[in-house]
């Protein structure tokens, strides 16, 4: 066998640049020991950023898959982080040591928001494709989904104190869900545009909502009995007439009449003014519902209060002796009587506005928390890849917000346009549209930051003490890494600086710009006027005049040849000493954005918008090959040092690797969500940085792990099949009418592998019984003892556990949260085996709660078939007593336990007098709290 080529596999090594994802909102968290309001979570692509604002560090990073954030929401105590992705998928994080136990995949597409209960025990998300799910924190699984809106979920709102949800969606329809019969029971119709957040004020009482316009209006919500409800005024069949905008009458979702008079009310109580005229954008409260924080698409966060009852009450008061000083005075002008004067209760004196704080940027999403002292500490998350987070003091007449903190550091403000490493490959440089910073590639920290023009190409000056960039006013700008400093600015061309790159002799640059010219440069060192010192500087020394615009420049490794890529879709190539014409490469339908010539001079590839990459002879100009290498246009390409490997990068996400010898695609690098603009490998060929519209920058390391083109060819076509597998309809659970209420779970990969398993399992099951079977004939047979016939090999590799074991243990490992559509997708020709096994499992009471979940679930979905057979009848009995008296029993034992542990604490507390848990910091708090009031009282009497 003949030597095969070899390729060693790039892989992802870290992600920077990026500070927060405008994707998904921003959180306020706690850490352990933390203060309050000092930690916020932000999306950064894939992962999750924990960031601690006082220091401006990232303290924790919750590590993704592949799929971006879209949504994250804090659990009530702090400890747990949910977070939402873009496939749909729901992951719950511990923020003690930044891993994630939980997982729920219910969704088809993006999670637009998420919302905890009370107590943390459930989650409710609401997704792009309009679904609302409700999860099982606890027991890890979906309890159902809940189906009626038309459009993107943007909020929803579970009720502290009932089991009621609101939810709200760019159809622009409020609804409200009763989740005992989970059910809507309510449709709020009062909007003209979409709805795109919503609060709920004063105890739950009343729902604020913000649409596509400036107006905020506000429900009163009246919760009412049973009895009561038999006196409400009813318009068309019995229904309770809603007070909205245009007099409609509410929509009824389930046909049931006067469901929601035994529920609810809600009535239009009117509305309070934004100052932003366009629609929000997003609308939060802090935990006591005390202040509103909203804003638009601008750069204004507009801060609203809820006044409290006894605050309205005294405000009213104030408000009615004016008024009837008023008519005092009018009754004396007038010398007759004037009417008593009265003072109606509006919005505008329970809701006022705060004050209003000014960003640097627009903002893209807000979060509040109240603290000790009436201080509101607001967390902003900007359009710009900046957090600014602010403080200020509700208690004052007039507050005033003071800026607290602002993460820039880390990342650029705009899209990074070029990259480039240093000589010895420790170095990165990336240059956006307003600074130029340099990255130490091990730490990944920003060694310089630096302010300059919007930059479309850039290199390390050879000795790495200097930088160059080119930009879009056709300037050339030299940077002095040691001081920071801005060297000198070149007016160099008339044009878009488009392309820089270096002579082979290190003497000299060349500039390609769309004012039709390339020119040529040499270093030199001049004596500064201010300084003693010498500092580098550009000479202009000649000009290659070409008929269309310049996007790229290339030399060639021995310095002879320059190819120049030309808005006509060509790329010319010149001799070097002479600039007379050599060739001519013409293929490409569009412009070639990116070309580069191999270490040996003998292959250029270029990289068009067209989608294609063309290898090219450099001797005769020849076509090797032509690939179709992306699904959109080819942004960048470069050969890997002393290799004819190259990479290109386009704007379908996706980076990829080439042979330019056998014409092979090599591996994708998947990671960039948005577009990719540029890259860069190091000189050595170990590293590659990539930058992209997503604001973030990635590192890729070539690692030892040799590539197997046929193994990656299948990788591939093995996660195309996932995708059109997650596509699929949602599995039919048998004789159920889809309604508004669906299982909560969906078929996926993992689902139908954990089905396989199951069925693999019980394939083992009864091999292993026959087996026992032939081994008791065969021995009463021969008449003596046989030896055992040989068990299979996975049981042994199990620890040589019994065949039924084996099935719970495979039951057991399926994850909690996907067992049901699991089971769902297990053929019936199974089922009797496995109730016959579950039968036995409960007798010997193994994992009784979880196997009567599983028997159940078969049970509801299989009824007609289990019903109808009469081989079943004595197994389903026995099913029906055993598990009874077993779960009774669990039942008793975990009664007695919790009686004994509750002894057990009033005895510990009688004898040691102290207070356990909650109950403690209550006490201590009322101590303190004496203790300060006998103090002033002695005091006073001193």
């Given amino acids: 066998m003949g030597l095969t080529k070899q390729y060693l596999r790039y892989l992802s090594s870290a992600v920077f640049g990026v500070i927060g994802s405008q994707k998904a909102n921003i959180a306020f968290v706690t850490l352990r020991g933390g203060e309050k309001g000092r930690y916020v979570a932000v999306a950064a692509c894939e992962h999750v950023f924990i960031w601690d604002v006082r220091k401006g560090e990232k303290v924790l990073i919750l590590q993704g898959q592949k799929h971006e954030v879209t949504f994250l929401c804090p659990s009530p105590d702090g400890l747990h982080l949910a977070v939402g992705y873009e496939d749909g998928a729901v992951k719950i994080f511990s923020l003690l040591n930044g891993e994630s136990n939980v997982s729920f995949n219910g969704h088809k597409s993006a999670v637009s928001v998420i919302q905890y209960d009370a107590l ?124 909205n905008d245009d007099d409609d009458e509410d929509k009824e979702e389930d046909g049931d009449e006067g469901v929601e008079e035994r529920i609810l009310s809600c009535t239009k109580a009117g509305s309070i003014l934004r100052e ?10 802090d935990s006591r519902a005390r202040v509103i924080a909203c804003h638009g698409s601008d750069s204004i966060l507009e801060l609203f209060t809820v006044l409290s009852e006894d605050e309205v009450n005294k405000k009213m008061t104030k408000k009615l002796k004016t008024a009837k000083k008023k008519a005092a005075k009018a009754q004396e002008d007038a010398d007759k009587e ?71 550091l880390g990342g650029h403000r705009t899209d990074v346009r070029t990259l480039a490493f ?219 040092p002393k290799t004819h490997l190259f990479f290109t990068a386009g704007k379908d996400k996706k980076i990829k690797q080439w042979d330019a010898d056998k014409f092979q695609h090599i591996q994708t690098l998947e990671g960039h969500h948005r577009e990719v603009w540029c890259l860069a490998i190091s000189p050595n060929g170990d590293h590659l940085v990539s930058s992209s519209h997503d604001k973030s920058l990635r590192l890729w390391e070539r690692t030892r792990e040799p590539i197997i083109l046929e193994e990656e060819r299948e990788t591939e076509r093995e996660a195309e099949f ?75 590799a199990f620890g040589n556990v019994s065949p039924s074991r084996y099935v719970l243990d495979v039951i057991r490992k399926v994850r909690s949260s996907e067992l049901e559509i699991s089971l769902l997708v297990l053929p019936f020709p199974y089922v009797p085996e496995l109730l016959k096994l579950f039968n036995s499992y409960i007798q010997q009471g193994l994992e009784v709660e979880l196997v009567c979940r599983c028997l159940f679930f078969l049970l509801k979905i299989h009824f007609g078939q289990i019903s109808s057979n009469q081989m079943m009848l004595s197994v389903i009995d026995e099913l029906r007593t055993n598990t009874l008296s077993k779960v009774q029993e669990i039942r008793d034992v975990m009664g007695f336990n919790s009686a004994a542990l509750q002894f057990l604490q009033r005895e510990v507390e009688s004898k040691e007098e102290v207070m356990f848990f909650a109950e403690a910091t209550g006490r201590l708090a009322e101590k303190k709290r004496k203790r300060r009031k006998r103090e002033r009282a002695i005091l006073t009497i001193a």
Wanted: net charge negative; proline share 3%; glycine share 6%.
């Fill in 120 to 243: 943390g025990a459930r989650l409710v998300t609401g997704s792009k494709d309009t679904d609302v799910i409700v999860w099982d924190v606890i027991n890890e699984c979906g309890l159902y989904r809940l189906r009626g809106h038309k459009d993107v979920v943007t909020q929803v709102l579970l009720l502290k104190d009932r089991n009621l949800l609101v939810t709200c969606s760019k159809d622009t329809f409020v609804k409200w869900w009763d989740l005992d019969t989970q059910h809507c029971f309510r449709t709020i119709v009062g909007h003209r545009s979409e709805v795109w957040g919503m609060v709920l004020l004063n105890q739950e009482n009343r729902l604020l909502t913000g649409s596509a316009d400036s107006e905020l209006r506000a429900w009163d919500i009246h919760y009412l009995e049973e009895g009561k409800a038999q006196g409400e005024p009813k318009g068309k069949k019995g229904k309770t007439l809603l007070d």
């Fill in 276 to 285: 932003a005229r366009d629609r929000l954008v997003s609308m939060t409260t």
């Fill in 338 to 408: 004037v009417e008593e004067p009265k003072v109606e209760k509006m919005l505008k004196d329970e809701i006022i506005r705060l004050t209003n704080i000014k960003a640097s940027a627009k903002i893209r999403w807000v979060d509040c928390l109240s603290c000790a002292g009436g201080e509101l500490k607001v967390a902003l998350l900007l359009q710009n890849n900046t957090v600014e987070t602010y403080s200020l003091k509700t208690t004052d007449k007039t507050p005033e917000a003071n800026k607290t903190a602002r993460l820039t």
């Fill in 422 to 640: 240093s000589s010895d490959n420790l170095a990165v440089l990336s240059a956006s549209g307003d600074t130029v910073k340099v990255w130490n590639r091990s730490t990944l920290q920003v060694i310089r930051t630096m302010a300059c023009d919007y930059a479309l190409c850039s290199m390390f000056v050879p000795g790495d003490r200097q930088i160059i960039l080119g930009t879009k006013s056709g300037k050339l700008q030299i940077f002095e890494l040691a001081s920071g400093s801005l060297l000198e600015t070149v007016d160099a061309h008339d044009g878009a600086l488009w392309s820089l790159c270096l002579a082979p002799d290190q003497r000299g640059i060349v500039s390609g710009s769309a004012d039709k010219t390339a020119k040529f440069w040499d270093f030199e060192l001049i004596k500064d006027k201010e300084s003693t010192q010498k500092r580098l500087t550009v000479k202009h020394t000649r000009t290659l005049q070409l008929e269309e615009d310049v996007l790229c420049v290339k030399f060639s490794p021995d310095h002879r040849l320059l190819a120049v890529s030309l808005l006509d879709c060509t790329v010319k190539i010149f001799y070097t000493d002479s600039l007379k014409f050599f060739l001519s490469l013409y293929g490409h339908k569009l412009p070639v954005l990116c070309l580069d010539i191999s270490h040996d001079g003998t292959l250029i590839a270029t990289g068009s918008a067209d989608r294609n990459v063309k290898i090219w002879g450099l001797d005769f100009g020849d076509c090797h090959r032509s690939m179709f290498a992306h699904d959109d246009s080819v942004m960048f390409l470069q050969f890997v």
């Fill in 722 to 796: 996932e995708e059109s597998l997650a596509k699929d309809d949602m599995p039919v659970v048998p004789g159920e009418t889809p309604g508004e209420a669906a299982p909560a779970a969906k078929k996926t990969i993992e689902t139908v592998k954990a089905a396989e398993r199951i069925m693999e399992a019980l394939e083992i099951y009864k091999e292993e019984n026959r087996k026992l079977e032939e081994h008791k004939y065969a021995c009463g047979h021969a008449g003596k003892e046989l030896p055992p016939p040989k068990p299979n090999p996975i049981l042994v």
